[in-house]
């Protein structure tokens, strides 16, 4: 199936630990994002890569580091978590110019 | 700042009616808008879009009013179907950005419809 995928879809940890969230997509598209959505629903850019380049890198806590190895994968770290990380994180791809952006399902973090 | 809003929370219509979901935005420099549908454990999923070049683009059942001057866009679902019920998100962007043109999202509108 062509699509955005990211794993794992549930994500349970302490505070204080780190994580990672992986995402892939076989779309062939040269962007790539993450986006936050907390818990009043807003959905928020944090990320966005083109091509394995950061193009885009919102007020993000440095703790959160992206990487992306290959233009088809954007991977998300996360150091030293703290319970206002918990919210759910989506990745996403684009073509440039006038197109839609594709997200996977969502990656739902809970930090206790 | 809250560039695009979606003021309606919830919207509840009967099946077969029109669904009318409203989004209002701040920012001049958008010029290209989309709108989103979400299910629930889901990612959203694009709908329909308009470019600041059009007023009307309509796809099926779905077609999308962009009003420049009122900076206000709408969704118009006709008829409206029970496999409709899902968050809407309205969002924008603006080309002349980097080619990284990212995307702010409206807070999202909960339609139901209703058998």
């Known amino acids: 199936d062509t699509a955005v995928s990211q794993t794992p879809k549930y994500l349970v940890t302490q505070m204080g630990n780190d994580k990672s969230i992986k995402c892939e997509q076989n779309?062939?598209?040269?962007?790539m994002y993450w986006y936050k959505q907390d818990s009043k629903k807003f959905l928020k850019i944090m990320f966005s890569?083109?091509?394995?380049?950061?193009?885009i890198n919102e007020t993000v806590p440095n703790r959160f580091s992206p990487k992306s190895p290959d233009k088809a994968h954007l991977n998300l770290h996360i150091n030293s978590l703290e319970l206002g990380d918990s919210a759910v994180y989506f990745c996403?791809?684009?073509?440039?110019?006038?197109?839609?952006?594709?997200f996977g399902n969502g990656t739902r973090l809970t930090v206790t | 700042d809250q560039q695009v809003k979606q003021n309606s929370p919830s919207l509840s219509v009967q099946e077969g009616r029109i669904s009318i979901l409203n989004c209002d935005y701040t920012?001049?420099?958008?010029?290209?808008f989309l709108w989103y549908k979400k299910y629930p454990a889901e990612g959203p999923t694009f709908l329909i879009s308009?470019?600041?070049?059009?007023d009307k683009n309509e796809d099926g059942r779905f077609t999308v009013f962009l009003n420049k001057s009122a900076k206000h866009l709408s969704l118009h679902i006709v008829p409206s179907q029970p496999g409709d019920s899902a968050v809407y998100f309205c969002?924008?962007?603006?080309?002349?950005?980097?080619?990284?043109?990212?995307?702010?999202f409206g807070e999202g509108t909960q339609l139901t419809v209703n058998p």
């Open positions: 996403a791809s684009k073509q440039g110019g006038f197109s839609p952006l594709h």
């Open positions: 779309l062939g598209h040269d962007t």
């Open positions: 890569y083109n091509n394995k380049e950061l193009i």
């Open positions: 920012n001049s420099m958008f010029d290209y």
């Open positions: 308009i470019s600041s070049i059009k």
């Open positions: 969002a924008a962007s603006a080309l002349g950005e980097t080619s990284g043109s990212r995307l702010t």
